[in-house]
């Protein structure tokens, strides 16, 4: 069902509890130095505010800073390790990426490198799947722009997987309360 959206409904925050889904089951580093228990002293940080995508290189860490209507996508590479973080707004920040332009922006940065995961988090609950290819900026006064009906876990990993070029069994797609995400960057580990 499509309905007309309306600012309460756009600007409906995740719910609290954490959910995950698996179907079958997000420019340069910043150079700040953030510790983790897990890495030692210090990593590098790559911070991604909305609109953008960043790469990350190995070791280090991601964060997404002020999630609540949004949803980040962190795609985990293979080869060499890094991985390159998007974090998609409903609405478009003034010179930043719009949602439907967020994945092309990930596909072109990944390139022909091997895609290990691919992780989506935030308000699931928020988004229809189908802003991934025509964002709610897009639409012209009159159309109907598609609300969210619930948590659609299943549209989520299609649209992002499809959108990547990438199987549906390495999307998973977790609802997770507002506030600051923090992704560590896996280091490859050495061949025997």
């Given at each position: 069902?499509?309905?007309?959206?309306?600012?309460?409904?756009?600007?409906?925050?995740?719910?609290?509890?954490?959910?995950?889904?698996?179907?079958?089951?997000?420019?340069?580093?910043?150079t700040?130095?953030?510790?983790?228990?897990?890495?030692?002293?210090?990593?590098?940080?790559?911070v991604?505010?909305?609109?953008?995508?960043?790469?990350?290189?190995?070791?280090?860490?991601?964060?997404?800073?002020?999630?609540?209507?949004?949803?980040?996508?962190?795609?985990?590479?293979?080869?060499?390790?890094?991985?390159?973080?998007?974090?998609?707004?409903?609405?478009q920040?003034?010179?930043?990426?719009?949602?439907?332009?967020?994945?092309?922006?990930?596909?072109?940065?990944?390139?022909?490198r091997?895609?290990?995961?691919?992780?989506?988090?935030?308000?699931?609950?928020?988004?229809?799947?189908?802003?991934?290819?025509?964002?709610?900026?897009?639409?012209?006064?009159?159309?109907?722009?598609?609300?969210?009906?619930?948590?659609?876990?299943?549209?989520?990993?299609?649209?992002?997987?499809?959108?990547?070029?990438?199987?549906?069994?390495?999307?998973?797609?977790?609802?997770?309360p507002?506030?600051?995400?923090?992704?560590?960057?896996?280091?490859?580990?050495?061949?025997?």
């Amino acid at each position: 069902m499509v309905t007309t959206l309306t600012a309460g409904v756009a600007l409906m925050a995740c719910l609290a509890v954490p959910v995950t889904a698996h179907a079958a089951e997000g420019a340069g580093p910043a150079t700040a130095a953030l510790p983790t228990a897990s890495q030692g002293p210090a990593a590098t940080e790559t911070v991604v505010t909305e609109g953008q995508v960043k790469e990350a290189g190995p070791g280090g860490v991601i964060r997404y800073p002020s999630v609540t209507s949004c949803l980040t996508v962190t795609v985990h590479l293979r080869s060499g390790g890094g991985a390159v973080g998007a974090h998609a707004s409903l609405f478009q920040v003034p010179g930043e990426l719009r949602s439907d332009q967020i994945l092309g922006r990930i596909k072109s940065l990944v390139g022909r490198r091997s895609v290990t995961s691919v992780d989506v988090r935030g308000a699931v609950g928020a988004w229809h799947p189908s802003y991934f290819t025509k964002a709610i900026e897009s639409y012209g006064e009159g159309e109907q722009v598609p609300v969210p009906e619930g948590r659609d876990f299943a549209g989520l990993t299609s649209a992002v997987a499809q959108g990547l070029g990438v199987p549906g069994n390495t999307v998973t797609v977790k609802d997770v309360p507002d506030g600051d995400q923090v992704v560590e960057v896996p280091t490859p580990a050495p061949l025997p």
